[in-house]
């Protein structure tokens, strides 16, 4: 009996210590589990740069301020295009040019009759001064020279109206015709617009015209930025604004112009904005209202997340009279824009991400 006793008693000491490991065990991961501090994810908001605050901005697309739909003002057969789409021209170069076979021919009968009609109203005048001849003898020869110079004028006219000449600088932006084909006068042949000056066409909504009215547009400074070349700011000068809004956009039609800098190539249709410079949201950065861990009419609080500690501080900032921010934050501070009453300053936090997917 003492020895089956004895073999016992070592067996339940070490199924005591397998228990007591056990349990030190759970009460270990148990303390590490609770030593970890949850960090909360908060949604944060860049303050911005209160320059840009004083532009609103409005869509726009790029159009050429001048343009034309050119002709021949006579019917005949394309001899010759000196230009193709995309082509730069000067004012004054010749695009185009009909066969001016028959208006060559046509021109130098009209100059013939002319002549000699020129030299018989000369030689009439003189025998009438010499009252050789009758007065409508006399009047019947003026009348014929008068009407042979008209046609020669006319044939010289029809003459010239076989070539297209560009009316201004610009780019051929089109062509409908092909050399050798018959035209028939004032068909259109090619369309030419400047490039050397652009305008910018943009829609204003009733809704800020009502609030600025339509002489804050006019009168604002401007300045025009292409989704192409972002970081350039190009002057511009306001051109015109509808009195009348559209009722499908209920919006005002507007334009200004600009001259094209030398190293961007512009095209009709490019997009941008156009921003112009509003001097009452100069001085204040406007927050929203669930973003305020107290606020009165003078001053405010805000929680500010140091990107480096991942931390809260809670920043003590001065209002305007219409509740904007203008002493306190900087641009490029990030600020707990909701939940702050869940919040306490130097607690960690993470920036809130929206998840991927649905």
């Known amino acids: 009996m003492n020895t089956s006793t004895n073999g016992i008693k070592p067996t339940i000491r070490m199924a005591a210590l397998g228990l007591l490991a056990t349990a030190l065990v759970g009460c270990n991961q148990a303390n590490s589990e609770v030593s970890e501090p949850v960090v909360k994810p908060v949604k944060l908001i860049e303050i911005p740069n209160s320059s840009t605050q004083r532009y609103d ?41 009909l066969d001016q076979t028959d208006y060559r021919l046509a021109y130098q009968a009209r100059l013939a009759e002319y002549n000699l009609a020129k030299t018989a109203f000369t030689r009439a005048a003189q025998l009438h001064e010499k009252k050789l001849i009758s007065v ?31 009316p201004f600088d610009g780019v051929v932006s089109l062509t409908f015709s092909n050399e050798h084909q018959v035209v ?38 401007v300045h025009v930025v292409l989704d192409s070349h972002p970081d350039l700011q190009i002057p511009a000068t306001f051109k015109e604004i509808s009195t009348k ?94 939940g702050v009453e869940k919040l306490m300053a130097g607690q960690q936090v993470k920036a809130w991400q929206k998840e991927e997917g649905i």
């Open 184 to 221: 028939g006068a004032n068909q259109p042949v090619l369309n030419i617009i400047s490039n050397s000056v652009m305008d910018v066409v943009f829609t204003v909504p009733v809704s800020y015209a009502e609030q600025y009215g339509l002489e804050h547009i006019s009168n604002s400074t």
């Open 245 to 338: 809004a559209d009722q499908d956009t209920n919006s005002y039609s507007a334009s200004v112009t600009f001259d094209r800098p030398s190293q961007i190539n512009l095209l009709p249709g490019m997009t941008g904005q156009v921003k112009l410079l509003n001097e009452s949201n100069a001085g204040g950065v406007s927050i929203t209202q669930t973003a305020w861990v107290s606020k009165t009419d003078t001053q405010g609080s805000l929680y500010r997340f140091d990107q480096e500690s991942h931390t809260l501080s809670a920043v003590q900032v001065a209002l305007d009279d219409k509740g904007k921010v203008i002493d306190g934050l900087k641009a490029g501070d990030l600020i707990v824009e909701a």
């Open 57 to 97: 901005a409005f869509i726009a697309n790029v159009d050429a301020t001048d343009r034309a739909s050119l002709s021949f003002q006579v019917a005949g057969e394309i001899a010759q295009f000196t230009i193709k789409m995309g082509s730069e021209v000067k004012a004054g170069d010749v695009l185009a040019r």
């Open 136 to 166: 409508d003898t006399y009047d019947q020869s003026e009348t014929q020279y008068k009407a042979a110079q008209a046609a020669l004028s006319q044939a010289e006219t029809d003459l010239s109206y076989t070539q297209i000449v560009a």
